[in-house]
């Protein structure tokens, strides 16, 4: 059974820095396609970045390209995504979500099939 825990959500200043996990259990994070994502208040959901599996290809939005790193920790089961320079409309709930095998994960697209975790809350004030 796939379960997927996320951490790491808190209220910040514009210009600073927090890092994001998901643990992840019922299988290894290397096996599928991990990725985060967020959703503002009134907006949808939105990709921010994914890593593929096997060699672990990133990819972000542009909206976060150079700011936002995703990285994965095989020994720990995890995914993390280290955020810094934080904007104010990089706030909202951001979601873990493992991909179910054979969906695509070349880009930052919501995928089509998924495990999602519960999110956690970041807000960014100017």
């Known amino acids: 059974q796939v379960q997927l825990v996320e951490s790491g959500g808190d209220s910040v200043q514009a210009g600073g820095s927090l890092r994001l996990s998901c643990v992840a259990s019922?299988?290894?994070?290397?096996?599928?396609?991990m990725g985060w994502f967020r959703q503002a208040p009134g907006k949808g959901r939105e990709g921010v970045a994914v890593?593929?599996?096997?060699?672990?290809?990133?990819y972000y939005a542009d909206s976060v390209k150079g700011r936002f790193t995703i990285s994965r920790d095989l020994a720990k089961n995890t995914v993390s995504l280290q955020m810094n320079s934080l904007k104010p409309e990089d706030t909202g709930m951001y979601y873990c979500?493992?991909?179910?095998?054979?969906?695509?994960?070349?880009?930052?697209?919501?995928?089509?099939?998924?495990?999602w975790g519960q999110g956690t809350q970041v807000t960014v004030s100017s």
């Open positions: 979500a493992a991909y179910r095998w054979g969906v695509p994960c070349d880009t930052v697209d919501v995928p089509a099939s998924g495990y």
């Open positions: 019922g299988y290894g994070v290397s096996s599928k396609c």
């Open positions: 890593i593929a599996t096997g060699a672990g290809r990133t």
